[in-house]
């Protein structure tokens, strides 16, 4: 039988996991217990596998974070409301969601703080910005 749209199994109300799957990260202490031991995952943590795993995704998590507010907000936007370079938008908007919590604000749709801690940080950013070019 053909149909147009596949069964999923939130149409027959079956639970189910929604999402990418990502590998989990094994606890070290689940890894060696007195009775047994994980050689992967004390392998993984031993390379430092575990480590460069969780930094990547924080990484990802914080370019998705600013693709979504960039493409939000709009390149023109920061170019006219705080004079920073095309060029720069990307550098400038990744500076805020590091040193603020830019990405949780727009996470939750916090718009009126977002503009806050843009206006803020737009202030730093030239600064360095001027410095950067007088050099």
């Known amino acids: 039988i053909k149909t147009e749209k596949p069964i999923n199994f939130d149409d027959v109300g079956i639970p189910g996991f929604k999402g990418e799957p990502e590998e989990k990260i094994v606890p070290m202490y689940f890894a060696v217990t007195p009775l047994s031991i994980n050689l992967e995952a004390l392998y993984k943590h031993i390379s430092g596998y575990y480590k460069t795993l969780k930094i990547q995704r924080k990484w990802e998590y914080e370019n998705n974070a600013v693709a979504k507010m960039l ?7 920061f170019t006219t409301t705080y004079g920073i370079p095309e060029n720069r938008v990307y550098d400038f908007l990744l500076f805020c969601a590091e040193t ?3 990405e949780s604000d727009f996470k939750k749709e916090n718009y009126g703080s977002v503009l806050l801690i843009l206006d803020e940080k737009a202030k730093i950013y030239a600064q360095r910005l001027a410095e950067e070019n007088k050099e």
């Open 71 to 77: 493409n939000y907000y709009t390149l023109p936007f």
């Open 100 to 102: 603020t919590t830019i």
